[in-house]
């Protein structure tokens, strides 16, 4: 629970976290992803910290401020579930890319 004179400031702080987040996402989004890294785990921080806010959001008292966050919340679960289609399109991809080329290498050992 949030004291009365700490709430403004505590909306204020997850409104920025919130803000920040999805500004992570956004950089990460636009990243490159032929240059993706399997062992990169931003995108699990990325949840972890989605999963903090989501926390926070429950030691606000008011549930007309709870509700208030909910455009933020759901911009910012758009974003990750935006973001994790990509990564496992991207994971899909690079399997592929490595199952075709296994199987290349072992046509050619048979054709030897």
Known sequence: MIHKELESEFIQSLQDQFSA???KIDLLTLENFDDFDEDDDSFDQMILEADQLIKHLSLLQSPQ???AFIPFLEETL???ATLETAY???KDRLGNDILASNKN???DMVNV
Do not use: E, P, R, S
Request: hydrophobic share 55%; net charge positive; no cysteine.
């Open 65 to 67: 401020l709870q509700k």
């Open 78 to 80: 758009f974003k990750l």
């Open 88 to 90: 496992i399109g991207v």
């Open 105 to 107: 290498k072992m046509t």
């Open 21 to 23: 987040l999805n500004a």
